[in-house]
């Protein structure tokens, strides 16, 4: 009987999905050897500053700019996770779903709260009635794997069309709005970015070593304070928002975003892959770019309804 390194007898290791800069940190499976970069960091480096400026040209210059943007990542995001779904051996409809995504966005961004979820009931509803002709083989497997990408991806989206489409109070210098969306979005960066740095440096504990071997406990406090900082700061400039609230949310922040990337880790390391796709050079697929963007969406929804009313 054989044994694997996390101590299991008699089961196949799955690849580690993560590779480095995505969430809270890392730390070598050797708690005491600090990690070295997998990926080609100038590359990934040159891909995320590239990501960045459309992203930030389409808030600022052109709003309907951002919804196609919104539109093409979420519907490559589902067609990425639907695939390794199927390559997994669940029976899920990649292209049903990546339309349904779509429609999810687009509602949310014309139809507020109530095209958000109208969108998504529609959409699993329609997972039932597609699924009535496949048969009850896998029907118990197969439906949920579908319902799963739906929530995970275009459901958390939706959240991300509610803030850039919400009627915000004034902020200084730029639209509420556009502000909103950029103060999360920088809010994530500073979490990835802190937990990254902080992972190489320091790291030492792992954190969750069945999920994600890398991640490490300094990762995961280099997130929360550089996500403190950066969203403090920018709460404060924008909105004249306190510190002590700004920290408050940037803390939600990072925890919700360490949380997103875990929990498509967790998926990865169950269909046994390491990125999603190879779409971005140095980054994998979309999705593995969204994993903790799509699971803070909600998390600052809510702070900003709360803080600014």
Known sequence: MSTIPDGSPGRRPHPSPDGPGSGPGTAETVPASRPKAGRNLPVAIGAGLGMAAVVIASVLIQPMAFLVLAVVAVGVACWETGTAMRKGGKNVPVIPLAAAGVLIVVLAWFGGATGLLLGTAVSVAALYVWRLSEGATGYRTDVPAAALVLIQVP??????????????????????????????????????????????????????????????????????VAAALGASITLWAFFGVSFPLGVAFGVCVALAATLGDLSVSLLKRDLGIKDMSNLIPGHGGVMDRLDSILMVAPVAYVWFRYLLG
Not at 157 to 179: K, Q, W
Not at 180 to 200: E, N, P, R
Not at 206 to 211: F, G, N, Y
């Open 155 to 224: 459901f958390l989206a939706g959240f991300v069309m509610l803030l850039a489409t919400s009627e915000a109070s004034e902020a200084r210098l730029i639209d509420g709005a556009a502000a909103q969306v950029l103060i999360y979005l920088f809010a994530v960066v500073m979490s990835d970015t802190g937990g990254y740095t902080a992972g190489v440096l320091f790291g030492r504990h792992q954190m969750t070593p069945r999920i994600s071997p890398k991640k490490s406990w300094e990762g995961l406090a280099g997130s929360v």
